[in-house]
């Protein structure tokens, strides 16, 4: 699954401490090869998904133009009046949707659009989407392209590193890259959330999993569930690359149950480890 996070563009993120531990150092991977040869890439990638089954990847090879493009469609459509934004939908389960995610998402703030990472059916949609229906296709389908390749590309070193040998058809990367492939881009949207003058902002909490046995002891008030984004979860599939724009609030569940924060960098991909890949490898992996 391909995934995108687009925020609005007067969001308001507190600062204010959810418990979460913020000397937590989630893993940093250059997969450029420029200082480190294929074998320490994919020992620092098999690390990563072992330890903390969430990582960062930069030098990744998506245009930075490609990204923007999308990032430019993607709040050109939220931008619309609710009413227009319905003719995307109903979310069923592609289509425009907002709330109702996870298990605690239909507590929180967000709308999204869900595609299938296919031409023909971004096509189609499209027309229901945007004013420029062809723009639209256009960026949607060379982000798609360009972080397919990525993806493709961590998931053949995700292979290697479990000791499977890559061929062209290699056991990972052709359930994306097969004209068959189920994969989805996602657009998220998190509305503005302002707080009123001279009151400090509830804690925000943005999961990234359904942790078990956990302390969930997050100061509450009445207010609390609107600074809620996304629900907290586990993703289903294989694995997500989430790319975000320089706002914070994704929070990822540690081992131990804290909720630790990911520092938000726009030059980055954020890889998690899905519940389809944790099923498939020979080793036991933590999934956030």
């Not at 972080?147 to 493709?152: G, I, K, N, W, Y």
């Not at 052709?174 to 989805?184: A, G, M, N, P, V």
Request: aromatic share 6%; charged share 20%; with cysteine.
């Amino acid at each position: 699954m391909l995934n995108m996070v687009v925020a609005s563009p007067c969001s308001h993120i507190s600062n204010a401490k959810t418990g979460a531990q913020e000397n937590y150092q989630i893993p940093v991977i250059d997969i450029s090869a420029k200082d480190k040869n294929r074998s320490e890439i994919r020992n620092l990638i098999l690390g990563a998904c072992q330890d903390f089954g969430f990582f960062k990847v930069i030098n990744h090879g998506v245009p930075s133009d490609v990204i923007a493009r999308v990032e430019q469609e993607g709040l050109a459509f939220f931008s619309k009046p609710h009413a227009s934004k319905l003719e995307a939908g109903p979310p069923n389960p592609l289509g425009y949707g907002s709330k109702k995610i996870g298990r605690c998402g239909d507590e929180g703030e967000i709308e999204y659009l869900l595609l299938r990472a296919d031409s023909q059916d971004i096509s189609q949609r499209s027309k229901t989407i945007s004013h420029d229906p062809q723009n639209f296709s256009a960026a949607m389908n060379d982000y798609i392209a360009a972080v397919r390749d990525l993806a493709s590309k961590l998931l053949d070193l995700i292979a290697e590193s479990l000791g499977l040998e890559i061929t062209e058809n290699s056991v990972f990367s052709k359930l994306i890259t097969d004209t068959e492939s189920d994969s989805l881009i996602r657009l998220n949207h998190y509305p503005a959330a302002i707080s009123p003058p001279h009151q400090h902002p509830p804690p925000i909490l943005l999961p990234h999993k359904d942790c078990k046995n956990m302390d969930m002891s997050v100061p509450k008030t009445t207010q609390s569930s609107q600074w809620i984004g996304f629900g907290d979860h586990t993703d289903p599939q294989m694995l997500t690359l989430l790319r975000s724009n320089d706002v914070g609030g994704l929070q990822i569940c540690s081992r131990d149950g804290a909720w630790v924060p990911v520092v938000p960098d726009p030059t980055a991909f954020c890889v998690n480890v899905g519940d389809v890949l944790q099923v498939c490898q020979s080793l036991f992996w933590f999934h956030t």
